[in-house]
């Protein structure tokens, strides 16, 4: 793994960041010559999904879902 001092990532981050993007290869960003950092590329893209639509087909409906569930007549504050 590739390392590099801080002072010097700082002034060529954008670089850096492109560079490890683009070689998939991590870096290791250091201070006085200890680690302080690693910089490792995305992972793969998995695609993701909109969330509208994602429960698609997921359910069934069974029934009314219209309808009151139970009968008019039994409901007390329609008795008035």
Same mark, same amino acid.
Not at 15 to 23: D, G, K, Q, S
Not at 31 to 43: L, Q
Not at 51 to 76: A, C, H, L, N, Q
């Given at each position: ?22 070689? $998939? ?13 690693? +910089? %490792?590329? *995305?992972?793969? =893209?998995?695609?993701?999904? $909109? ?13 009314? +879902? %219209?309808? *009151?569930?139970? =009968? ?9």
């Amino acid at each position: 793994m590739e390392e590099v001092a801080i002072s010097e990532f700082k002034a060529k981050c954008l670089a850096m960041l492109e560079r490890v993007r683009r070689t $998939q290869k991590p870096l290791r960003v250091t201070r006085f010559g200890k680690p302080v950092a690693e +910089i %490792v590329p *995305p992972s793969p =893209d998995t695609g993701q999904k $909109q969330w509208i639509g994602s429960m698609k087909d997921t359910m069934e409906i069974m029934g009314d +879902i %219209v309808s *009151p569930i139970i =009968d008019e007549k039994d409901i007390e504050a329609l008795r008035d």
